[in-house]
């Protein structure tokens, strides 16, 4: 207790130099700790939003249809295993889905489009783009189209015509239907808005003559990043013709994203921590030399050199304290307001690429106990190497010359 007394006064002796210190230690934690909490705010929704536009959580496949998908991989007893899935608590909604690439005509205009067949009532359970409806309804009957907007405008169509859809079936033959255009989907994807169009499940199943199967069974859960257990409960009551996949595994792009983005941040935030940690070493150095005399004075009058040192590490701890306190504070209450309101990614001109990664209009961000911790640990290790290499001074000077320095 005496020492933190004494390293208290110490501090506030130079008041000007002790302001500016904590204020450095003070914007460098609010800095980084604004970033990451933007930064981790952002990946809940690009996931959510990556996988209710596409994988869902978890897929249920035939063993080789990822590598390879053929119309004639498809899962059997799907409906028993969906009615298994069931018993399992985490998952929250299941869907089948059966999918095949087409040509879809319209007079002279002619385009390439993925057709999925979906059960309407529990699609809408696992994705969004049930909602994402621009014009007309989804899927109301069996001989109804669901398509993005981009393709509805290169086709040429409108609300309520017909749209000629031509591939092959499961038996070699022509799988030919002409349903009608009663949804169109905005989903801020261009390539989804571009390149999908929904029918029917049992519309699809007639016309690629699949009878009762399905490609895919797509699984939603609670916590998209904590899957494992729920892998190993839904590979238990799978046929063995079949395999379980995870959204990381159905879509690695956007894992790969969040580790670069992880690791260019994490770039960004220690080069700041480097700059913030050598200016205040500096200080530390200067402290040093101007308090060199009265270092020496205090080992004359029988103060040992590790008490000294002591004493100065807990003026640098004392003042790393200062500093993170201040900025966790600021930080807290900064995200406050933007935890209720967000940011807009309009405003910032990046919304294009926004709907390229999935991410939502608007970010919130989100504070947990990595962005709490990071950056007041990472100045702390800093702070406390610097001031243990400036206070090796008080080691290697001897009494004489220490009581003799100048300034």
């Not at 983005?261 to 200067?286: C, E, H, P, Q, R």
Request: net charge neutral.
């Amino acid at each position: 207790m005496f020492t933190l007394t004494i390293a208290w006064r110490n501090l506030w002796r130079n008041k000007r130099r002790t302001i500016l210190t904590c204020s450095a230690i003070a914007f460098a934690t609010v800095l980084i700790q604004l970033g990451m909490s933007f930064q981790a705010g952002s990946y809940a929704p690009m996931i959510e939003g990556a996988t209710r536009f596409g994988s869902g959580h978890l897929q249920i496949q035939h063993q080789d249809y990822k590598d390879n998908p053929k119309l004639d991989r498809t899962i059997p007893t799907s409906k028993e295993i969906i009615s298994k899935l069931a018993g399992i608590s985490d998952i929250t909604a299941v869907a089948p889905r059966s999918e095949s690439f087409a040509l879809l005509n319209n007079q002279e205009k002619s385009y390439g489009a993925m057709i999925i067949g979906v059960d309407a009532t529990q699609e809408s359970e696992v994705s969004y783009l049930p909602r994402n409806i621009s014009a007309g309804e989804y899927l109301p009957v069996s001989d109804s189209a669901y398509a993005g907007a981009i393709l509805v405008k290169n086709l040429g169509l409108q609300l309520g015509e017909e749209i000629v859809l031509l591939s092959h079936d499961n038996l070699g033959g022509i799988a030919a239907t002409v349903p009608v255009v009663s949804g169109i989907f905005t989903s801020g994807n261009d390539q989804l808005d571009r390149a999908l169009l929904q029918i029917p499940l049992e519309t699809f199943n007639e016309v690629f003559q699949l009878e009762h199967d399905v490609h895919k069974i797509v699984i939603m859960v609670r916590d998209p990043l904590d899957l494992d257990a729920t892998k190993r409960a839904i590979e238990r009551v799978l046929p063995p013709s079949t395999r379980v996949y995870d959204w990381r595994e159905l879509m690695p792009e956007i894992s790969q994203n969040i580790r670069l983005d992880k690791i260019s941040n994490g770039i960004i935030y220690g080069t700041l921590t480097l700059i913030v940690v050598l200016s205040i070493a500096n200080t530390f150095v200067m402290s040093i030399f101007e308090r060199t005399r009265e270092f020496g004075t205090l080992r004359a009058l029988g103060m040992k050199n590790f008490a000294l040192f002591r004493l100065f590490l807990t003026e640098s701890i004392v003042l790393w304290l200062l500093g993170v306190s201040i900025g966790i504070s600021v930080s807290i209450l900064g995200n406050l307001p933007m935890a209720h309101y967000g940011i807009a990614l309009s405003s910032l001109g990046v919304d294009q690429l926004a709907g390229q990664f999935y991410l939502p209009d608007r970010l919130y961000p989100h504070i947990d106990i990595n962005v709490l911790l990071v950056a007041p640990l990472a100045l702390g290790m800093g702070i406390c190497i610097t001031s243990m290499f400036a206070a090796a001074r008080m080691y290697r000077i001897s009494l004489i010359r220490a009581l003799r320095f100048k300034e």
